[in-house]
């Protein structure tokens, strides 16, 4: 079994150097094994045109939580980068808060595939607004791709 | 043939009401029948936790990129939203100014699809980092998604 | 609510009118509201290269169980066209025999999106070897497009 | 610079292997430096419900030509798998014949990026009737994948 270290501490720092998500207001509000949230609240600098949050915000944040799925299963020494993903925005994006999770639906040592669902939340049920499959790469010994 | 009226006032009109692209710091540089461009410079608050340019952010400009190109082959009375779209991400996001491009692939009454392309500018060639894959659905009718 | 009315008669006619299907030897052993299964045994004919199960074979059956588990959900009278799918695979195609489940993750009267997995069969206990997301359309009044 | 042998004789014999193929009645009609075609006529064995070409078939045949454009690209003792695609479904299968391209978008000694594009034949102009982006990864090593 893979020994990941103390996960937690890891992703937050990680977490914490990406400018992108500083931005957005975004919050890395839980991290289990293979399982990753952020929420952020609604603001209008997040929107497209029409006042919906911009498909590429929640792209961001999606994607984001699947990286951080993915460091719950890795070594602490070896990093991840994402070969690609696909969004499918199943709803418009109003409410007041978004919740995005992460989980992990292929875990490897080469190959990580993760599947994200993106809620809005406000005074009803969790709205499912988007959801995303992300295929990602473990990467050893790169000097410009650590932590 | 359709009768686009005039594509660069209203997309330039409708890309002002972006939050998003004001956040980015994101301009539009070109609009021509079924193809956009937008263009940004790097900044830190734009990055993930290495210090490339985060793929939300990436997907953010090419799905703008896409959507406007779209728009360019519509009538001024309709709208588009995106169904979906892919992203791979093809070299690390390093650079000085970043290009997005989206181009119509195939028009529609219905259904529009684009492909994007995202590049890196600084001192030598211009590099590919990013390609994307977009499904629009044309929208009338619709008082919430005008514009 | 939508009358669905017999859909298992109507998507068992529909599956039997697939030359694609009886190519692959396909069954469709299950129909329940939103949820379709396929399934058909290895053979030689349906592999590539490295004798796993084709690539192109997965997605023709996973597609085909998305796009029925979206008839269930729809009027007899209209009908569904695939506008786009994306395929992770996850593990080699090798097994005795093979099962492919699509499911709706967002009904609607325009776009449909449904997610597939599909599982090698053998001995032991069955192995994901495969996931598709695939977008689809409802398509009314279009006589090339019907049941 | 990668020496990549007789690499037509290589993917001949490999898409020779390929049950899949001969089911499709395909045939490898073009392989050049990163750029591979593959033609089959239409048959009613390929169909789905309304009679127009099988997404599934379409991806067999543009996810084959991309796989072996990648081929073209590496050494002759190391091999290829696909992550993952995404296909686009542009206009209903409908032709005489069926040419499905695929071209490397962005080679590599670890992920290589190719797309795809299949268009029908018949009396007039090709029609384009899909599109594929495809990733795939460079296998070393492993018995169960040569060739």
Avoid: W
């Avoid at 977490?15 to 609604?42: H, N, P, S």
């Avoid at 209008?44 to 915000?57: D, I, R």
């Avoid at 944040?61 to 993903?85: G, H, K, M, Q, W």
């Avoid at 406000?122 to 791709?145: C, W, Y």
């Amino acid at each position: 079994m893979i020994d990941t270290g103390d996960f937690r501490d890891r992703i937050r720092q990680s977490f914490g150097r990406q400018g992108a998500m500083d931005m957005l207001g975004a919050e890395l509000t839980r991290a289990e094994q293979a399982m990753v949230e952020i929420e952020f609240a609604y603001d209008e600098k997040l929107t497209q045109q029409h006042g919906f949050l911009h498909a590429g915000v929640i792209s961001a944040a999606l994607e984001t939580a699947c990286t951080y799925a993915a460091y719950t299963t890795i070594a602490p020494d070896v990093s991840i980068l994402t070969i690609e993903f696909k969004v499918n925005l199943l709803s418009p994006g109003r409410g007041e808060r978004f919740l995005f999770r992460g989980e992990i639906t292929k875990p490897g040592s080469t190959i990580i595939v993760a599947d994200g669902r993106a809620y809005a939340i406000g005074d009803g049920p969790a709205k499912l607004i988007a959801s995303m499959t992300s295929s990602m790469m473990v990467i050893r010994g790169r000097e410009d791709v650590v932590g």
